[in-house]
C-alpha cells in the first residue's frame, strides 16, 4: 500500500468514528447538588434536558449505568423523566479530602442506541466537627522551667474542607499558659502551649487546660481536648509503709498466683524520687520456693504448694526503696490455716481370701483402719460399705472396724464379692475415699447335676452305622472343680428283651450316646433309656433324664406285589371281554411297602405293553382299566409290565407281569402256553396235554358207557347212576341254589373251567348264556341220587353233543374233570399249589 493509499484509509477511518460519535453521543449532562440530600429528591429532569418525551424514556429503556462497580446514587424515574436519588450521598465518603467531588454516569437508551454522559458535582456541608487525635494531651513540665518554654500541641482534623475545615483554636483561661497559633505549609493550623509564669509543685502539683478547635462552617461546629500538665519535683523524702506489721492468715492448697497480702510503702517526692520498688530482706530458703513479691505493687504471691501439714506459719522482711536509694523495712507474718485437703485413707489389716460358701452369719473375715492427717473436724471419719452385700463394719477401737458376714453364702449365685468401702470426714466440704476388697467364696458340694432339658428327644434313621451319635445330653453342676466335674452313664435296662447296652453307649465324659449297633424301624419304632449324671463330689450326687430314642424309617424295603403274586415260574392271566367300553375295570394290581410314611406311597406305572394306548393303570390305585374301547382289531393276547415305585428317597421299584387275553369264550382261546414268557414252562404244559387227554379218554369212554346202557337197558335207564359218586357241593357252580325241594339254575350258562398257575385260586367264568331259544329249561332234584331228568333227557337227545350242551349234565361232567384234573396236577413234580387250591377253593 501506498502512503497516499494509507492516508486516504486513516482519514475514513477518523470520519466513520466521528460519524459514530455524532450518531450515539449527543451531548453531556451536568448537575450540582450538596451532599446529604435526602432520598427520593429531585437533580433535575433529563427528558426536558435531552429534549425528549417523558414516555419514550420508557419505550427506549433508558437506564443508567455506572463506571465499574461504583455504587449507584442515582434513578431515573421513567415515568416523569426526572434524576432523583436513590441513596444518601456523603462526600467524605465518596471523594475523601478532594477539592471536588465528580460522580460520573452514563444514560443509555435503545432503538436506536444513545449514550449521553452525567456529571454530578457534589458540594460539600458542613455535616462533620473538628476532632483530636486524642482526647487527653499531657505534659511533664519540671517547676525550674523557664518562662516563654513552648509546647507542641496536636493538630486537630475536620473530614470536611475549605471553610468548614478547620479555622481556629482556643485555650481555657489560666495563670501559667497561653496559646499561639500557627499555619502549616499546606495550609493546616495547629497550636503551640506557651509557659507564661513558672510553676511550683508544692503549690500545684498539677494543671489541667481545655484546648477548643472551630471550623468556620455556618452553624459553626467545634470539638475539645484536655491538655495535662503533671510539675516534677525533686527527691527529698524516704519511703513510708502504711502498716509497722502485716499479719495475715493463708489457707493452705491456696492456687499459685494467689495473692496473700499486699505492702504499701509511700514516697512524698515526685518522678524517679518518689518510685518505690519492693524486695524480700530477710526469708527462708522453704519460704523463698512457696511466696514471690511483685518490685512494683507489692504484692506477695503464693508460688508453690502450700500445705498446712508441714509448716503452719511463715515470717518474712519486706524492704521497700526509692528510686535514689532511700530504702525502710517491715515484718510479715503468715499463717497457714488447715483445710480439708486429706480424704481418708483405707488400710486392710488383716483379710480372710477365701470363705466358705458354708460359713456361719457373724463371722469375721478382715480388720480395717481409716487414717486422715487432717485435724479437729477435718479428720473425724466415718466408714460405711456400699451396696447389697451380706457384710457390714463393726466399730472397734479408734478408726478400726471389723468386717463380719451377716448372711449365708452360696457360691453358685455368687462366687466373689467386690467389698467397696467408703470412709468420709467431718469437714466443709466433706472429702471422701473408698477402696474395694475382693473375697471368693470356697466351693462346698451341695449341687446335684442339672441336664439342661427335663428330656431329650433323638431321632435316629434306620440302618445307622455302628458307633454313630444318636444324641447329646448335657447336665451342669454349678458347684466347682471336682465338685462340678459331671460324668454320664446309662441306667441298665431292656429294649425287646435285649441288654441295652447292645443297643447304645454313652461317652462319660461328653455325654454324647452312640449307636452300638444299626437300628431296624420294621423291628421297632421307639424306646427309652435312663441317663444318669453323677458328679465327683465327696459325697457324689447324682440326677436322671430319660432319652427317647425314635427310629425313623428309609427307604430299604421294595414294593411287595401281593396280586398278581408270581410263585416260581408260573404266571396269571385275566380275561378280558371284547365288549370291554373304554374305562371298564379289568383287572387291579396290589402291592404293599414295609416301610412308613412317603417311603410306603406307592405308585403304579405301565412300562412295557403289547399295545401301548389300549390300557391305563390308576397311579396310586393300582386299577387297571380301558383306555379305549375294545376293537375286533386288538391282538386277544395282551402283556403288560408293571412297575411300582415308591416315594422314598432315593425310590425302590418292583414289576409284575399281567396277561390279558380279550375273549368272550374259552374255545377262542389259544394254547396257554403261548402266555408265558418262561422257556420251561414246556414241563407243565405237557403235564396238561396228558391230563387234557386223559379226560378226553374218559370222556369217549363215559358216551360210549351211555350209548351201551341205552341201547341194553332202555327200561333201567337209572342203574348208570346207582353206583357213582355223589358230587360234593363244593365242585357246584357259585350260582347253584335250592329252592325249597326243587333246585333250579337262575340262569342256563355255560360254564367253562379257566385255570392258571400263578394265582392261589381259580376262576370259574361265565364265557356265554344261552337263552331259551338255544337250550329248554330243565328241572333239578334236590336229591343227588335222582338223575331222572339226566337220563330223560338222555333218552330224547341222539347225539353226544346235544348231551354236552345240557347244563346239568355237563355240571356233573366238568366236575368229574375236574376233580382229574387236580389230581394230576397234584402229583406232578411242578410248584402249583396255587393253582390247585384255587381250584379246589372255587368248586
Known sequence: ?????????????????????????????????????????????????????????????????????????CEINLQTGDLVIAERIDREQLCGSKASCFIKYELVLENPLELHRITLQVQDVNDNSPHFTKDEINFEIRESADKGARFPLDE?????????????????KNDHFTLAVLSNPDGGKYGELVLDKELDREQQQEVTLLLTAVDGGAPQRSGTATIHVTVLDANDNLPVFSQPLYQVTLPENSPPGAVVVRVTATDADEGPNGDVTYDFSRISKEASHLFSIDKLSGEIKVMGPIDFEEESSYELRVQAKDGAGLASNVKVVIDITDVNDNAPVILVKSLTDQIPENT?????????????????????????????????????????????????LDREAID??????????????????????????????????VFEEQSYSAY???????????????????????NGTVFYSLLPSEVNGVALSSYLSINGDTGVIHAVRAFDYEQFRSFKVQVVARDNGSPPLSSNVTVSVFITDENDNSPQILYPTPEGNSFMTEMVPKAALSGSLLSKVIAVDADSGQNAWLSYQIVKSTDPGLFTIGLHSGEIRAQRDISESDSMKQNLVISVKDNGQPSLSTTCAVYLVISDNLAEVPELKDMSYEENNSKLTSYLIIALVSVSTFFLTFIILIIAVRLCHRRKPRLLFDGAVAIPSAYLPPNYADVDGTGTLRSTYNYDAYMTTGSRTSDFKFVTSYNDNTMPAGTLKKSPNDNSNCLDFFEETSTCSTLVMNSHCLLIFCGFSTSLIYGVLKMSSLNVPALANLIQDYY
Not at 471553610?163 to 485555650?171: A, E, F, H, K, P
Not at 456361719?360 to 479437729?376: A, H, L, M, S
Open 1 to 73: 500500500m501506498t502512503p497516499t493509499q494509507l492516508f486516504y484509509s486513516k482519514w475514513i477511518l477518523w470520519m466513520a468514528s466521528c460519524f459514530i460519535c455524532l450518531r450515539f453521543c449527543h451531548g453531556d449532562l451536568s448537575f450540582t447538588i450538596p451532599e446529604e440530600m435526602k432520598r427520593g429528591a429531585v437533580v433535575g429532569n433529563l427528558a426536558k434536558d435531552l429534549g425528549l418525551d417523558a414516555k419514550t424514556l420508557s419505550l427506549r429503556k433508558a437506564r443508567i449505568d455506572s463506571e465499574g462497580n461504583r455504587k449507584r446514587v
Open 156 to 172: 486537630a482534623h475536620d473530614d470536611d474542607i475549605g471553610r468548614n475545615g478547620v479555622q481556629g483554636y482556643s485555650l481555657e
Open 360 to 408: 456361719e452369719p457373724g463371722t469375721e473375715v478382715g480388720i480395717i483402719n481409716v487414717q486422715d492427717k487432717d485435724t479437729e473436724g477435718n479428720g473425724q471419719v466415718r466408714c460405711a460399705i456400699l451396696g447389697n452385700v451380706p457384710f457390714k463394719l463393726n466399730p472397734s477401737i479408734k478408726n478400726y472396724f471389723s468386717l463380719v458376714t451377716t448372711a449365708a
Open 416 to 449: 466373689s464379692y467386690n467389698i467397696t468401702i467408703t470412709a468420709s470426714d467431718d469437714g466443709s466440704p466433706p472429702l471422701s475415699s473408698s477402696k474395694t476388697i475382693h473375697l471368693s467364696v470356697s466351693d462346698v458340694n451341695d449341687n446335684p447335676p
Open 460 to 482: 435316629v434313621s434306620e440302618n445307622n452305622k455302628p458307633g454313630s451319635s444318636v444324641c447329646s445330653v448335657s447336665a451342669r453342676d454349678p458347684d466347682w472343680r471336682q
